[in-house]
T-cell receptor, first 112, second 116 residues
Framework: GEDVEQSLFLSVREGDSSVINCTYTDSSSTYLYWYKQEPGAGLQLLTYIFSNMDMKQDQRLTVLLNKKDKHLSLRIADTQTGDSAIYFC????????????FGSGTQLTVLP | GAGVSQSPSNKVTEKGKDVELRCDPI?????LYWYRQSLGQGLEFLIY????????KSGLPSDRFSAERTGGSVSTLTIQRTQQEDSAVYLC??????????????FGNGTRLTVT
């Protein structure tokens, strides 16, 4: 079955880089997503990567995909206090009419 | 509206009562999802509506949970005879296309349900 795992907590100092990791089990994943959830809000799509890509960069965000190890990471450069939130990794499978499978989320805390 | 709207934002109910949670998706979005987010846990899929197709109800945890989507737009999630373990944030999301087609989900802010 599908399973997506993340570590629960990460703390970094303001200005440092943050790296949030995710592993998934389904090798037929087509798209992998990173969502951000701020307190009291729903999830907001940050970025996504197609499974035939290794890397995607979007301003301060860099997504790395190791398909062999089924490992996905999100790097946030120059982390700011406004980046403090829960970050969810999610996968979807081509042809699946169903939902995304989400990880449990990583709580990122940015310390001044 | 500009985004997915959910109401109420907070609901406190007594154990055993029924509750209805409402979701108003983005206009024109054919796909609608309900998820449950319990404290410290990820998102648990509940139900998925896609256009006029039969909904995927495979994530509903018990027969106390039901949902409908009228006219392909607004959806209502109903929980009957609520239990304390039903306490969670219920998130609704909509999408113009089905999952797997790189059509991202747009989430509402959720309804925080507390069963006392």
């Amino acid at each position: 079955g599908e399973d997506v795992e993340q570590s629960l907590f990460l703390s970094v100092r303001e200005g440092d880089s943050s790296v949030i990791n995710c592993t998934y089990t389904d090798s037929s994943s087509t798209y992998l997503y990173w969502y951000k959830q701020e307190p009291g809000a729903g999830l907001q799509l940050l970025t996504y990567i197609f499974s035939n890509m290794d890397m995607k960069q979007d301003q301060r965000l860099t997504v790395l995909l190791n398909k062999k190890d089924k490992h996905l990471s999100l790097r946030i450069a120059d982390t700011q206090t406004g980046d403090s939130a829960i970050y969810f990794c999610a996968e979807s499978i081509s042809g699946s009419a169903r939902q995304l499978t989400f990880g449990s989320g990583t709580q990122l805390t940015v310390l001044p | 509206g500009a985004g997915v709207s959910q109401s109420p934002s907070n609901k406190v109910t007594e154990k055993g009562k029924d509750v209805e949670l409402r979701c108003d998706p983005i206009s024109g979005h054919t796909a609608l999802y309900w998820y449950r987010q319990s404290l410290g846990q990820g998102l648990e899929f509940l139900i998925y509506f896609q256009g006029n197709s039969a909904p995927d109800k495979s994530g509903l945890p018990s027969d106390r949970f039901s949902a409908e989507r009228t006219g392909g737009s607004v959806s209502t999630l109903t929980i009957q005879r609520t239990q304390q373990e039903d306490s969670a944030v219920y998130l609704c999301a909509s999408s113009p296309l089905q999952a797997g087609s790189n059509s991202p989900l747009h989430f509402g802010n959720g309804t925080r349900l507390t069963v006392t």
